[in-house]
């Protein structure tokens, strides 16, 4: 297929390209580069792409296209509450925006990277299937309900959206982010000795590593249409569900010496779920997840390693998404609307 993948110099960006291509995929690429230079070894070879804000994609930029892939979009909580109603205008209405032009294009597939933080304060005893409840509890989560119920509104016998509602990620990608808790475990066990907890570990969360997404992107990109057409997918495995505190303790038994610390006044996380996989496992057998969080965090021990990473730049602007915009910000080189200034 002839796919453009938005947000491709970002974190999933990086590993999902390159997974398209090898499979036989002509892909283009559209990002503003916001992260672009906050890379950790080397990058992918480079794609055609268009430096276009979201906010200003018209149909024209789509044409001859059979499918996109939408990974752009403010990618956490904490920039999410930096500005809520940029996170609106970028993670929900620019969706929407990029979803009216794909169809007016003639694009026949959407493929649209959703959360599983939509679930939120998740309080059912059981992992939660695509069939549950929201309750979000950040405009992040909540910008991701809102785009998939008007991207269902556009889904006809011409378009077909599909949902890849991913667990949070972890692993190694050339653009690391260390925003991300197995990631920044792990480094601070590697770089610092200490396993640090922000919160009292006792929130449960489905994890999921960047390879596979990416091999779910794929995998839904290539499946039959009549299964796929306008479906939620939970991104990972089901058995993939651990209270960060179960975490904490795999990466301080990898990390020889390390030890499980806590911040001052680290509290309950209001972020608390489980979900079922079981979906994606029945009806998209080209998905066959490959990582655990134990394979991961010995992964990223060996590439930290490899590639000489220091505590400095773990928590420096080129791997912390919100350090990262404020530091563009404070140097004028973006406005308040996250535009490039020049």
């Known amino acids: 297929m002839r796919t453009l993948v938005t947000g491709h110099d970002g974190y999933i960006g990086s590993v999902l390209v390159p997974l398209l291509r090898a499979a036989g995929h002509d892909v283009t690429g559209l990002d503003i580069s916001l992260y672009a230079d906050g890379v950790l070894g080397p990058i992918p070879p480079a794609v055609p792409a ?81 069939e549950a409840g929201f309750a979000p509890v950040t405009p992040y989560g909540e910008s991701k309900i809102l785009s998939e119920q008007d991207l269902a509104g556009l889904a006809d016998d011409d378009f077909s959206p599909v949902y890849l509602r991913n667990a949070t990620a972890y692993g190694f ?23 640090r907890l922000l ?58 010496g390390s030890t499980v610390t806590f911040a001052g006044g680290a509290s309950a996380d209001s972020r608390n779920y489980r979900v079922s996989c079981d979906r994606i496992a029945a009806e998209v057998p080209g998905f066959r997840p490959a990582w655990t969080v134990r394979k ?40 308040e609307q996250l535009r490039w200034t020049s």
């Open 50 to 130: 268009l430096r276009v804000d979201l906010r200003d994609v018209e149909p024209e930029h789509l044409r001859g296209y059979d499918a996109v892939v939408h990974l752009a979009a403010l990618c956490n909580d904490p920039i999410g509450n930096l500005n809520p109603d940029l996170t609106y205008d970028i993670n929900h209405r620019s969706t929407v925006r990029l979803a009216k032009a794909a169809k007016e294009a003639g694009v026949g597939t959407f493929l649209f990277s959703s959360s599983c933080s939509l679930y939120g304060a998740g309080l059912d005893d059981r992992p939660l299937d695509e």
């Open 173 to 195: 990608s050339p653009r690391l982010r260390g925003d991300l808790v197995v990631n920044d475990l792990t480094a601070h066990a590697l770089l610092t000795g200490e396993v």
């Open 199 to 256: 919160s009292d570990g006792t929130a449960w969360r489905p994890l999921v590593h960047v390879e596979d997404i990416s091999a779910a992107f794929l995998a839904l990109l290539e499946a039959p249409r009549d299964v796929v057409h306008n479906r939620a997918y939970n991104i990972g495995q089901t058995s993939e569900n651990y209270l960060i505190r179960d975490v904490a303790e795999i990466v301080r038994d990898v990390v020889t």
């Open 296 to 335: 991961g965090v010995e992964q990223l021990v060996e590439e930290y390693g490899r590639h000489g990473l220091t505590i400095e730049q773990f928590t420096g602007e080129g791997h912390q998404r919100l350090k990262k915009i404020r530091a563009l910000l404070a140097a004028g080189r973006i406005d």
